[in-house]
């Protein structure tokens, strides 16, 4: 029988000591120092070649392992090169941002210490409290002690919120639903419009609610939810018997930055008691811009409020944000303590899982923190009026060209607009603007996305960046321009 002492082998080779991670860590500052500084040259977004593709998805699980520094050469010649394209100052696709370098150092930061931010006492639990309330102070809402807290994105922030609102309105019906779950409620109803996002609608499939639940009122012509209509939703609602329990109101819409009358929509829930949910995913932070911030009155009035750092802030992903207004509804809607998380250090506010669906919770905040503290509040203020300030630019240089049309007012940083000669029937203009993204994307120059406005195709550009300049928009409108008379041609 083998009596060995000897030490268990180390978990991994050669170049794992600390010596090696130190030569790493410093290659690898120079790499992305390299990457980031070198981005804004090369093509916004190019197709992987198939060859560089195939090679990432045919990846045997290595049975040896290799030194740190080898990973390195890897990560520079297999991954860095076939960027999504965000970080670039022409890329306007979709709502992602580029990196905020200090977010960047931070992340690093954050993963070598490695907390559970479920809660306990430790320095990522108490930066998480002060940067949930330094959101919610950047947006103008009430921060209640434990009113909120991060998460993966505002597609989880918006799950967390409908299930406290769940919560909340079957109380009121004598329902306790996490015991009783929903077949003792008649159809708990809500409303949206067509321009709400689409993470509402799985939130409310998840939960049970039923996307037959969930009526979609009209707008008016620019996309704001018309209030008529929803009274008269409500109202026959009401009357058919089944119970209206929440609105939700975009702080800037994902197809063209509307944002709805927030201030009436609160109104009307206070009048009505139904909960007021808010997606500012995108937008919220757009109340930063003096020009645009009247339109966010009312977003304080919100029982709760979505938000996601992750974009407009610059935020290195995931970091989305859910604020409401009655911590206590939340914390009675998620906790659930067994024995071995019970901890009597936690304080009147007990953990962060008790507010939420994760249990293991990453270190967000560092990297909020990080990127707030580099800027300061008048350093985001700036960046966020200059992207308002270049969406309102980019709608001037769209409407003076006679071969583009606006599709909607740019209320944010977004602008909406399609490619639109005269003459030319509008299923032709459909299918030319259909197409017309993607012909952009591939010429490598700009980077738009593309969605339905009014019915109509469209392309859009949101404005995150505050590097882009008068001269990337000029040449977005004229890549917008080559590619759609080259679909036309065709
Ligand atoms: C991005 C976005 C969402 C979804 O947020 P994720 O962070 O992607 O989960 C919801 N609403 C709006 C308006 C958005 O822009």
């Keep these: 029988m083998s009596t060995s002492s000897a030490a268990p ?43 560089a593709r195939e090679r990432l998805l045919a990846l045997p699980l290595p049975e040896q392992g290799r030194p740190l520094a080898e990973l390195l050469d890897d990560i520079s010649e297999e991954v860095l090169p076939y960027p999504m394209g965000n970080g670039h100052p022409r890329f306007f696709g979709w709502v992602n941002a580029a990196p905020s370098p200090a977010g960047v150092l931070a992340t690093l930061a954050a993963s070598a210490m490695n907390p559970s931010t479920a809660g306990g ?13 330094w959101i919610a102070e950047l947006v103008g809402y009430p921060a209640a002690p434990g009113g909120g807290l991060l998460t993966s994105g505002a597609s989880m922030a918006t799950i967390v919120a409908l299930g406290a609102a769940r919560a909340r309105a079957a109380q009121r019906l004598g329902v306790d639903v996490r015991e009783q779950g929903l077949a003792a409620l008649p159809p708990l109803t809500g409303y949206v419009t067509g321009e709400t996002h689409s993470c509402v609608r799985k939130a409310a499939q998840l939960l049970g609610l039923g996307s037959a639940n969930l009526r979609t009122v009209a707008t008016d012509a620019d996309g704001h939810l018309d209030l008529d209509a929803l009274r008269a939703a409500v109202a026959e609602d009401r009357a058919a018997g089944r119970a209206p329990f929440r609105v939700v109101g975009s702080a800037g819409t994902v197809n063209s930055g509307a944002v709805d009358d927030l201030e009436a929509l609160a109104g009307f829930c206070a009048e009505e008691q139904l909960w007021f949910h808010v997606d500012g995913a995108y937008g919220a932070f757009g109340r ?97 009026a200059r992207c308002c300030e270049l969406a309102r630019l980019l709608g001037e240089l769209v409407e003076a060209e006679p071969d583009l049309e606006l599709l909607a007012p740019v209320e944010t940083s977004i602008a909406a607009f399609r490619f639109a000669p005269a003459g030319v029937a509008q299923e ?57 008379r080259e679909l036309l041609a065709r």
């Design 121 to 133: 006492d430790h320095a990522d639990v108490h930066l998480e409290r002060t940067v949930v309330r």
């Design 9 to 51: 082998a180390a978990p991994a080779g050669p170049g794992h000591s600390p010596s090696d991670f130190r030569a790493a860590a410093h290659q690898a500052a120079d790499l992305l120092a390299d990457y980031l500084t070198e981005l804004p040259a090369r093509p916004v977004w190019q197709p992987m070649p198939d060859a």
């Design 288 to 384: 930063l811009d003096p020009a645009s911030a009247h339109r966010f009155a009312g977003l304080e009035l919100a029982d709760s409020l979505a938000l996601d750092p992750h974009k407009w802030l610059g935020v290195p992903v995931d970091c989305g944000c859910l604020l409401v207004r009655d911590p206590a509804q939340l914390r009675a809607t998620y906790s659930l303590v067994p024995s071995y998380l019970r901890d009597d250090a936690a304080g009147d506010l007990g953990w962060f899982s008790e507010y939420g669906i994760e249990q293991t919770r990453p270190f967000r905040s560092l990297k909020v923190w990080a990127t707030l503290a580099a800027l300061g509040r008048a350093g985001v203020a700036a960046s966020i």
């Design 428 to 484: 032709r203009l459909d299918a030319v603007n259909q197409a017309l993204p993607v012909a952009v994307q591939q010429r490598g120059q700009a980077f738009v996305t593309g969605t339905v406005l009014h019915g109509r195709e469209a392309a859009r550009a949101c404005l995150l960046n505050p590097a882009t300049t008068e001269a990337d928009l000029k040449l977005l409108v004229q890549e917008v321009l080559a590619a759609g």
